[in-house]
């Protein structure tokens, strides 16, 4: 890393962290009801419950997925040299969408049970894990589709991946025909994407997951800023194109699956965040990166924050991946007329 | 969890139904011998009644099984009208719901005659009791089964007078997190059993809860009805030790004449033995 790029990236961590412990602090203190930090503190319920065992590990979880879906926007914007690529372009979305309409269908069959104590086994729900299987076996379907003659085409996977999703999707839909009402609701909650509570060691896993997955990306950063230069310049410069591509690819996909299965479908978080980062920090994705994975998990946390407040007099909240549209797509546009 | 589709479905359909009873299409005839029934509840009633033999059709839902040979519609929401009409039925039993409005107008208007009735609150259902009574020519039955609802409430109310009276959550899905308010039927035999309501803020029959507001209510027992709850987790994230029972059947589901069997399974969870 030469001098400007570590000079930049220092600026935009001392920029950042302090907008991550406000967010934190922020989404601590907000939810249903008024919260004492004394009483909290000193075991007094149910301010205690509500603080450790409710807020922490939500928190927790927002920053996760929020910074596993930014660094994977990241690095699918550069692998694809498209700045329109979100996390869930590679068909993620609509394999991850089958998988849970699929379980969801099947609870109450023989499969059904037998998933429901594989996945005990494992220690996520059913849901979880069929989203993740369905959101990866479409990875790689459209990473295959996406090839010939062993090379892999971004414009090529990149409609493969949109023509995906609409067959998904068309596919749920047929699919929520036939279930009962209460189970497409529990669909249609889980595709807006919901912020839920996950027992520690399953946070512990994804957080490892989405830290290796933003480490290994923040290694190939210098790799993935030469992709710009398209795949004959950055392999006369010495980078091995395909071998960038498909490390990337899969630690990007190993990121989103971890928040697929906590979170479902959490929209514009991929998508908004590389680019507001990239406005303060410009296109080095050596800055980029790490960049992205501190802001998205301070935008998650704040837009979770946001979800609790909103409807907070009827005791209900809207799923986060409602609010995360709603600022994230005036945000975007703003964004795009300031580029411009 | 078919029963369970019965909560999701008046969940839906409460706020917009304001309108108790509703006459669409022709006069029903003096002599009703064709019924289908667009909800289970309504199905149970005729059953109730002792005019089961007239139950021509029936939902995908209906999970008698008096009523296991006849049928199926459709469901509350997407009843079909085809079918519907090839049984040719002299009287068609609805609930009012926006999703089903659609299919049910169009029966009507092509000359069957269609009684809608709302189910949410226990007054509502015991004069629906009587009412599809008397369109049966079935008034004094109708009568005795809505005097044996009002019995049992008031026979339970006695018996839990004396208290104990904890404080309970009466969950009715998980994703989202439905319970039972302090409006509608489910709410009014809670307090039936002598249950403090836990989540009593809420004056809709069936809210939306979050699990942060669930914990603050601080129940002493969370009551799951018509699913099981999630093995090796706990029922509501931040209440691990919180009694959790679940209702021996599906009947509190069911706003009809199984009520009286639903309050029976209400009070065994809510004090953990059968009322004396």
Sequence with gaps: MNRSATVRAAIAFLALLPIVVIAVVVGLSLGAGELSLGNALRGIEPDATVLFRLRVPRVILAAIVGAGLSVAGVALQALLRNPLADPFVFGLSGGAAIGAAVSVAASGTVLGAASVSFAGWVGVLPTQLAAVVGALAAALLVFTLGRTRGRLHPERALLVGVVFNSFASALVIALEAVLAPEKTQAVLLWLAGTLGYEPGPVLIAAAVVVFAAALILTALAGRLNLLALGDEGAAALGVDVEWTRLISFFAASAAVGAAVALTGLVGFVGLVVPHAVRLVAGPDHRVVLPASALGGAAFLVLADAIARLLFRGLGTEPPVGAVTALLGAPLFVLLLRRRT | ?276
Excluded at chain 2, 17 to 31: C, E, K, N, S
């Design chain 2, 1 to 276: 969890m078919r029963a369970r589709a019965t909560i999701a479905a008046l969940a839906v359909s409460l706020p917009a139904a304001a309108i108790t009873r509703q006459h669409l299409g022709p006069p029903v005839p003096a002599q009703v011998r064709r019924i289908v029934t667009l909800a289970p509840s309504l199905s149970e009633i005729v059953l109730a009644l002792g005019a089961g033999d007239r139950l021509v059709g029936v939902t995908r839902f209906d999970d008698d099984p008096r009523v296991a040979k006849l049928p199926r519609v459709g469901g509350y929401n997407d009843p079909e009208p085809e079918t519907v009409l090839g049984l040719h039925p002299d009287l068609i039993l609805a609930q009012p719901a926006p999703e089903n409005r659609g299919p049910v107008e169009t029966l009507a208007r092509l000359g069957v005659p269609v009684e809608a009735f709302a189910l949410d609150d226990l007054k509502q259902i015991q004069d629906v009791i009587v009412q599809i009574g008397t369109l049966l020519g079935l008034g004094e039955r109708g009568q005795a089964l809505r005097a044996d609802l009002v019995t049992q409430r008031a026979r339970m109310r006695v018996k839990a007078e004396g208290g104990p009276h904890p404080r309970v959550l009466l969950v009715f899905g998980l994703d989202p997190l439905v319970v039972a308010g302090s409006a509608g039927f489910a709410g009014e035999l809670l307090r039936d059993v002598g249950a403090v309501n836990a989540a009593s803020d809420s004056d809709r029959p069936f809210p939306r809860l979050s699990v942060e507001a669930a914990v603050r209510a601080q129940p002493d027992v969370v009551v799951v009805c018509g699913f099981d709850p999630p093995a090796g987790r706990a029922v509501i994230p931040g209440l691990p030790r919180v009694r959790v029972e679940r209702l021996r059947s599906t009947a509190l589901l069911h706003p009809g004449p199984r009520l009286v069997e639903g309050l029976d399974d209400l009070f065994v969870a809510v004090h953990g033995k059968r009322a004396p």
